[in-house]
């Protein structure tokens, strides 16, 4: 077995910075008692303000500085999006709390090319989210996880010598994802051992008798002397992320950048899924409560990460906003499968019809839903009523179709919405007809027309009638061109 541990250094600071294109000088703050800063920006880290500082202490510093209290449940969302992300590249993987996730990647190194592949893209993939990541790779997950704590330059991807670079790391890191308690280890520092290794040559039989047994158990879990069996992540049938932004604003292109981010990681999840989405809702959360939802809709399930984003920029440039928004927040449910396109030797085929559904998605983003409509046949002979203008619905329609005689001839596409007298009819010429249309007796509003396609002295072509009923006038009501 091959293992991957990723852990989210800071993950307390890193919820709260991913929504921010430029971080100043943000401190997180551990609700205490007493009340101190947990973590720090590079800018506050370059004022002097370290982890461990009292929070008056850091404000003398530098009064400018930007307090945010810790958001547990916020880092344990963040950390579930995150394997939600991850489990596009291996289906076993497990929460490994607080802030790391192990990946069992033994099974797919050859699907993505190899554990260098694996990695560098996790690192790529999580830094386009905002997100800062540390890897490790061991045969065991706890040993890949005390790994990435202690990052080694040029390390080669799980060396021959593993149990010996165990051996070498601090005592400290025992108590990192074990039961091992303060006690234990402060017992192990008081007789003089500062290492892993030095701590496996005392007598075990010792170690228990001091109530440091956990101290064996964690040992043998990472040198993988004990199975070390983990839960397994089951990624989530729905998607929500929320994001919240480093102060409230009305400006578009704050909302963008975070919004990015959101999109990014709701895309990563319909990979994981091999699935599209045809409706996911964005909402714009307000500074004094309240709320503003955004409904993404696109003509086919799709997960284009390129096209949600153009998708939301084209709403977000129609809206007007009345208050300042606070967070952002994106949800998205009932994914569906998605085939992806097989390659072909002259082109897509389909690639014609997903640039027009495009060109739909964002007319109906600028226009509103009212904006775009499409045409309904109707069950009706008479022209001006064969067809109803409705909202424009990309989804394939489910009722039976309407069982209607095929018209003889060619209708033409520009359909006037009321006919107009031809003052010299003599003047045109007649090419095909006539087509008799006569019916709507039963509803009042009945018709008895002669059809004809005609075509005038400039070679235009329209499509006319000639009403049967005295004074039996001429009209014009349509064009073909």
Known sequence: MRWLALILPDLALQTHLRGIAGPGAIAITDPGPPVRVLAVSHAARLAGIQPGHSVPAALAMLPGLQLR???????????????????????????????????????????????????????????????????????????????????????????????????????????????????????????????????????????????????????????????????????????????????????????????????????????????????????????????????????????????????????????????AIDSLAIEAREPRPLVQPVGDLFGDPAGGREHASMLVDRLRARLGLEGVRQLRSRNDHRPERASQAIPFDPRPSRSPPIATQRPRGDRPLWLLPQARPIADPARLRLLRGPERIETGWWDGQDIRRDYYLAETPDAARWWIFQELDPPQAWFVHGYFA
């Open 69 to 323: 209290p810790r958001d547990r449940m916020a880092e344990q969302a963040l950390l579930q999006e995150v394997a939600c992300w991850a489990s596009a590249y291996t289906p076993r993987l497990s929460l490994d709390p607080p802030d790391g996730i192990v990946l069992d990647i033994a099974a797919t190194l050859k699907l993505f090319g190899g554990a260098d592949a694996i990695e560098q893209t996790l690192h790529e993939g999580l830094r386009h989210q905002g997100l800062r990541i540390a890897t490790a790779q061991a045969p065991t997950p706890l040993a890949a996880r005390w790994l990435a704590r202690c990052p080694t330059p040029h390390r080669p991807h799980v060396p021959a010598d593993w149990q010996a670079r165990l051996d070498a790391l601090p005592l400290d890191l025992l108590a990192d994802g074990s039961d091992v308690s303060p006690a234990s280890l402060a017992l192990l520092a008081d007789i003089g051992l500062r290492t892993m290794g030095e701590v496996r040559t005392l007598p075990r039989a010792g170690l228990a008798r001091r109530q440091a047994s956990a101290v064996i158990q964690t040992l043998a879990r990472a040198y993988g002397e004990t199975p070390d069996l983990r839960t397994e992540f089951v990624p989530p049938p729905s998607y929500r992320s929320h994001l919240p932004l480093s102060w409230p604003t009305i400006q578009i292109d704050p909302l963008l950048f975070a919004s990015r981010r959101l999109i990014a990681g709701l895309c990563s999840w319909l990979t994981a899924r091999h699935a599209g989405i045809d409706h996911c809702r964005l909402t714009l959360i307000h500074e004094r409560g309240g709320e503003q939802a955004i409904d993404i809709l696109t003509g086919t399930p799709s997960r284009n990460e390129a096209q949600l984003n153009l998708l939301v920029r084209e709403h977000l440039g129609r809206i007007e906003l009345s208050q």
